[in-house]
C-alpha cells in the first residue's frame, strides 16, 4: 500500500532546482536516493498499464543527465518484475556521469540491453523496438531543457511518435515541452500519460501543453514536505 501524497502548488522550473539543492546539501537527502524514489514510482505507473507484464514489452529512451537517470531506475525494477526491457541511449555512456551515471552501470552489469541511439544503426533498432513495444518511456530531458530537441533525440521521439500499438509515458515532462512557459517544440513526445515529479509544472496550465501531456499524476521523491510551496500545513 502506497502512502498517499497529496502535491502542493504548480512549481517553476527554478523552484524545482531549490528544492534539490535543498534537499541534497542541507536537508542531507543524497540524489542518488530521490533518484530511486522517483524511478521506483514512476516504475509502479508503468507496471500497473501492463496487462501481462511477464509478456510486455517497455521501451526506455534515455538521455544523459537525471531525466534519463530515472530511467534507468525504472528499467532495472520493471526488469526485477520480470519484464522484458530496452533502453535505448541517446548519448554515448561516457558522457553519462553522476548519479545517473552509477545507475547505467548498474544495468551494464545486469545485461539489460542497451541501444545506442547515435550509433549508425541505432535509430533503426529504436524504430524497430518502438514497433514492438508496449509501453515506451520518455526519459530524455527534464525542466531544465529548452528549445527543439536535437538529433537523435528528436529522432528517437519521432519513432515513439510514430508507433501506434504503444501507449507513451513521459518522466516529469514530455521532451520537447517548455514547463514554464507551456511551448510545445518541434518534435515533442507525445504523451498519453506524465508521470511528474514533485509538483505540476507552472506551463502545464496552457493548452499547447495539455495537447501533448496526457493525464498528469504528481509523484513523491523523497523531498521534504515542508520545503514545498502549498505542502508545508500538510
Known sequence: MQIPYSPGEPLTCG?????????????????????????RNVAEFVHGLLVDASRARVLILCGPGNNGGDGFVVARHLR????????????????????????????????????????SDGLD????????????????????????????????IQAANAASRSRRVAIDIPTGL????????????????????VAEKVGFAT?????????????DIGVPRELIPGRQNL
Open 15 to 39: 523552484q524545482i532546482r531549490e528544492l534539490d539543492v535543498l534537499a541534497i546539501e542541507h536537508v542531507g537527502v543524497p540524489g542518488l536516493v530521490l533518484m530511486e524514489n522517483a524511478g
Open 125 to 156: 533498432a529504436v524504430r524497430a523496438e518502438a514497433d514492438r513495444a508496449d509501453v515506451i518511456l520518455d526519459a530524455l530531458l527534464g525542466t531544465g531543457s529548452r528549445g527543439s530537441p536535437r538529433a537523435p533525440m528528436a529522432e528517437m
Open 207 to 219: 493548452t499547447a501543453a495539455r495537447s501533448v501531456l496526457g493525464r498528469v499524476v504528481v509523484v
Open 80 to 119: 526485477n518484475g520480470g519484464t522484458h526491457v530496452t533502453v535505448a541511449l541517446a548519448a554515448s555512456r561516457e558522457r553519462v556521469s553522476g548519479d545517473a551515471g552509477i545507475n547505467l552501470r548498474i544495468l551494464e552489469r545486469l545485461e539489460v540491453e542497451l541501444v545506442d541511439a547515435f550509433a
Open 178 to 197: 517548455d514547463a514554464d512557459s507551456g511551448k510545445v517544440c518541434e518534435p515533442c513526445f507525445l504523451a498519453d500519460a506524465t508521470v511528474t515529479l
